[in-house]
């Protein structure tokens, strides 16, 4: 990390900093095509092979993170690359669903990123890296959104979410296990910038509440009216208390997200997709479940 904050600081740097993450980028590539993918599920393989990816994973978030964070716009394409790099699942032999597994690193990239972002109100960041980013979709050819390619259900069948290797599975205590365990591995990643539980906390789920808005839109611009929403910002809340918490995690957005160009720059829009959240939120068996 410390070469990359050296690197940001001086413009003279840029090459270097350019070459250092696509390298980094490129290694964590080429590990996840190497990394044989499951041919059944296997509770302690799978849970290796989640560990595994994190492991694989662990030295490019942290460059990332720091470039959210310190950096400036013109750095951000390095973001949007690793993205645009990792979330492309290639071809390979094997049950769809466990090749989906390896878009897990992309995703964990979109929760550190999106957060120390977020810390820093770096709103175009964000609008870019869930609304505007793409991935090739090998199956079909196509650049479809990220965000439809990278989310909690597509990475990992729900089905297995009670095998991630966390204390805490599926139950009526925690019905959002997946969002849960990326909790506790985003505390202690984005403990430097965010050493205070309560920050942090506020800005999982603010930064979860703008992961949910988006992926509705985009369900909308995809014509796929979604049930669910990635997001479990809400779920940890007392249920009379949700109104509350959407006007509080809502206030002072509006403005922030329409200029930094989310819902294409419409409050119309902007009003028609929080009125669409706010009905999926009148069930909470919507929600990841």
């Given at each position: 990390?410390?070469?990359v904050k050296r690197y940001l600081v001086e413009t003279k740097y840029r090459i270097r900093l350019h070459d250092l993450i696509y390298d980094e980028i490129e290694r964590v590539w080429q590990e996840l095509l190497i990394t044989p993918v499951l041919d059944h599920f296997d509770a302690?393989?799978?849970?290796?092979?989640?560990?595994?990816?994190?492991?694989?994973?662990?030295?490019l978030l942290k460059m990332l993170t720091v470039i959210a964070y310190h950096g400036e716009e013109e750095y951000y394409y390095?973001?949007?690359?690793?993205?645009?790099?990792?979330?492309?699942?290639?071809?390979?032999?094997?049950?769809?669903?466990?090749?989906n597994l390896k878009g897990y690193i992309?995703?964990?990239?979109?929760?550190?990123?999106?957060?120390?972002?977020?810390?820093?109100?770096?709103?175009?960041?964000?609008?870019?890296?869930?609304?505007?980013t793409q991935v090739r979709d090998f199956t079909t050819e196509d650049n479809i959104s990220a965000l439809v390619k990278i989310n909690i259900f597509t990475v990992i069948n729900h089905n297995y979410y009670r095998y991630l290797p966390f204390p805490f599975p599926f139950s009526?205590?925690?019905?959002v296990p997946f969002n849960n365990y990326l909790y506790s591995?985003?505390?202690p990643l984005l403990s430097h910038i965010l050493p205070?539980?309560?920050?942090?906390?506020?800005?999982f789920d603010r930064f979860e509440f703008l992961l949910s808005v988006t992926f509705y839109d985009i369900g909308e611009q995809y014509s796929q009216h979604y049930f669910l929403l990635p997001g479990c910002y809400l779920v940890r809340k007392p249920k009379d208390r949700w109104d509350e918490m959407y006007e509080e995690l809502l206030?002072?957005?509006?403005?922030?997200?329409?200029?930094?160009?989310?819902?294409?720059?419409?409050?119309?829009?902007?009003?028609?997709?929080?009125?669409?959240?706010?009905?999926l939120l009148n069930d909470k068996a919507r929600l990841n479940l």
């Open positions: 990390m410390a070469t302690s393989e799978f849970q290796k092979q989640i560990k595994q990816y994190e492991a694989i994973a662990e030295k390095l973001i949007y690359r690793a993205i645009e790099r990792l979330g492309a699942i290639y071809r390979q032999t094997g049950d769809s669903e466990f090749l992309a995703l964990l990239i979109l929760y550190s990123v999106g957060i120390s972002g977020l810390s820093k109100k770096k709103y175009k960041l964000l609008s870019t890296l869930l609304s505007k009526e205590t925690n019905p591995l985003m505390r205070d539980e309560f920050d942090f906390t506020r800005l206030k002072g957005f509006e403005s922030d997200l329409i200029k930094a160009g989310f819902f294409d720059g419409d409050p119309k829009r902007f009003i028609e997709v929080m009125g669409g959240v706010k009905n």
